[in-house]
């Protein structure tokens, strides 16, 4: 069965470092999400992307985060000046046929710890 | 109450009994989906109901999904230690491609 997946599992930086964290989404998917889960809180939406450009960000996501789809497969998410407070599992999904009922698969996530 | 708010926030039964998670919920939506969450691991999608559908069957999940009411509900019978996660709805906002989570219910079943 088709799954979205993620890398690194685990992603350690320092304070002030630029990361990017990368997702393949399921291949014949049309709409690619970012969300957030901080230690112990609820999954947070940042961002929806289709057709190359973002369709909606949440007021978490700033100027520090960016999106790209640089290829056909890859799907990635950068935040460029990290802070502690970034430390959280990201998570990416996909979602097809462009209908916004459609179901939204996750991978596995990236935990992020910003030291 | 927030968007994707269930309860209970804990429960706890034993093997073989059914579970029920219910998720309440603020503003129109489009669909609501239920995701599982094993500790420290990622989302597993087990069932998306959509706005104009009142009941779902998915093995031994069923979801029902009031309109009237702003709700939903999750039901695991027969329930099995590896049943064992966090259980979370998550509603699609009427003209919105985000998903709202709520806080989640951390359901334990005991062997």
């Known amino acids: 069965e088709p799954e979205v997946t993620q890398t690194p599992s685990h992603q350690v930086t320092q304070m002030g470092q630029e990361v990017i964290l990368r997702c393949v989404p399921i291949s014949n998917h049309l709409y690619f999400y970012w969300y957030r889960q901080i230690l112990g809180q609820k999954v947070e939406f940042l961002v929806s992307?289709?057709?190359?450009?973002?369709?909606?960000k949440s007021e978490i996501f700033d100027d520090q985060f960016s999106v790209e789809r640089p290829d056909g497969s890859n799907f990635t998410l950068k935040i460029r000046s990290t802070k502690l407070e970034d430390s959280a599992m990201y998570f990416c999904?996909?979602?097809?046929?462009?209908?916004?009922?459609?179901?939204?698969?996750f991978g596995p996530g990236t935990r992020l710890t910003v030291l | 109450s927030q968007q994707g708010e269930e309860d209970p926030q804990a429960l706890s039964i034993q093997e073989g009994e059914n579970a029920t998670m219910n998720c309440s919920y603020k503003?129109?939506?489009?669909?609501l989906q239920w995701y599982r969450q094993n500790s420290g691991r990622g989302l597993v999608h087990l069932i998306l109901?959509?706005?104009?559908?009142r009941e779902k069957h998915s093995g031994r999940l069923r979801v029902t999904l009031d309109t009237s009411k702003k709700s939903s509900s999750l039901l695991i019978t027969a329930s099995r230690a590896a049943d064992t996660a966090s259980y979370f709805c998550?509603?699609?906002?009427?003209?919105?491609?985000?998903?709202?989570f709520g806080t989640g219910t951390r359901l334990k079943v005991l062997a």
């Open positions: 992307f289709y057709n190359n450009e973002i369709s909606e």
């Open positions: 503003t129109s939506i489009n669909n």
């Open positions: 998550a509603t699609s906002l009427s003209g919105t491609y985000k998903y709202i």
């Open positions: 109901i959509r706005s104009n559908e």
């Open positions: 999904a996909s979602s097809g046929h462009g209908l916004i009922t459609d179901t939204q698969y």
